[in-house]
């Protein structure tokens, strides 16, 4: 008879569903996600800024004829956010995302035995929070659009705080985002796309590549570039490989792997080039 370990057993390991079990890639996705929605409303404020008053920094008034075209541009900008009921926007998208990955009802973290995620529990709330303020300042927009000054002046004022409060709902999540990195680093989907979309991570934490992998690779960041190299090589990325290793070298010249794989790899494209799409590379 075959022994069975109790943690392996069949019948009573935790049984995890069809998204469960595709978890990193919908985490890679909200993260993502984020970061477009995060850049989209920095270029919806600071279409709002530019429209301010260059001597005294004065806030414009959306409400006259004169800002038609900046209310209509505003607009466009949140519909693309926010979307509709036939068709939901990134930001509607990213919260439903962001409700089934960590709120306590949805995650079933509790019911697969996994670990309650206080972060992610509240970077549920946050993101909830900020589309619900999203969906307010669209309101608030189209009543602007259709009666223009005719007694909305408290809208006005509702418009200016529910930009302010968005940002503050934007840097507070992209805070917590932040912090659960650390938690994710075996995420190499997750990884990958921090290290392929570096200039959002500028715009975002105000950090590179290089920071965000040294926190989450025990302050060795060549570990990390490392890891995202393997990741491409088994799906034979080689072109895209190469690159994680070269970075991983100039990083920690002691890096035996990474020079064993730079090695190992120009040999591939040089040998292989006309196959894969590549022009030689120096050995």
């Known amino acids: 008879m075959q022994f069975i370990p109790a943690d392996i057993n069949p019948r009573t390991r935790p049984r995890l569903d069809w998204f469960e079990e595709r978890r990193d890639f919908f985490i ?24 301010r008053d260059p001597v005294s920094g004065a806030c414009c008034d959306l409400s006259t004829s004169e800002n038609e075209e900046l209310r209509g541009l505003i607009w466009n900008k949140l519909t693309m956010l926010v979307g509709s009921e036939e068709e939901k926007g990134i930001l509607w998208n990213l919260k439903d995302l962001c409700h089934r990955l960590w709120s306590d009802k949805e995650s079933g973290q509790a019911e697969h035995g996994l670990p309650r995620n206080r972060e992610g529990v509240l970077i549920d709330y946050l993101i909830g929070s900020i589309f619900h303020e999203t969906v307010k ?26 930009l302010g409060q968005i940002a503050f709902l934007l840097g507070q999540a992209g805070y917590r985002l932040r912090c659960i990195l650390p938690d994710l680093a075996q995420n190499m989907l997750l990884v990958r796309l921090l290290v392929e979309e570096e200039e959002q991570l500028r ?81």
Not at 29 to 36: E, K, S
Not at 137 to 150: F, P, T, V
Not at 215 to 220: I, L, N, P, Q, V
């Open 137 to 162: 300042l669209k309101e608030n927009i189209y009543i602007l659009n259709c009666y223009g000054s005719d007694g909305v002046r408290r809208i006005v004022a509702g418009v200016i705080d529910q």
């Open 28 to 51: 890679r996705q909200a993260f993502a996600d984020f970061f477009v929605v995060f850049q989209s409303f920095q270029e919806l404020y600071q279409l709002y800024l530019s429209s």
């Open 203 to 283: 715009l975002v934490w105000g950090e590179d590549s290089v920071d965000v992998l040294s926190d989450m690779f025990w302050g060795a960041p060549a570990q990390g570039f490392c890891a995202v190299g393997k990741s491409y090589m088994s799906g034979q990325w080689y072109n895209k490989a190469l690159p994680m290793f070269e970075r991983a070298m100039e990083l920690d010249r002691e890096c035996d792997e990474a020079r064993i794989k730079m090695y190992l790899l120009r040999a591939i494209i040089n040998e292989n080039g006309s196959l894969l799409g590549a022009n030689s590379v120096p050995n």
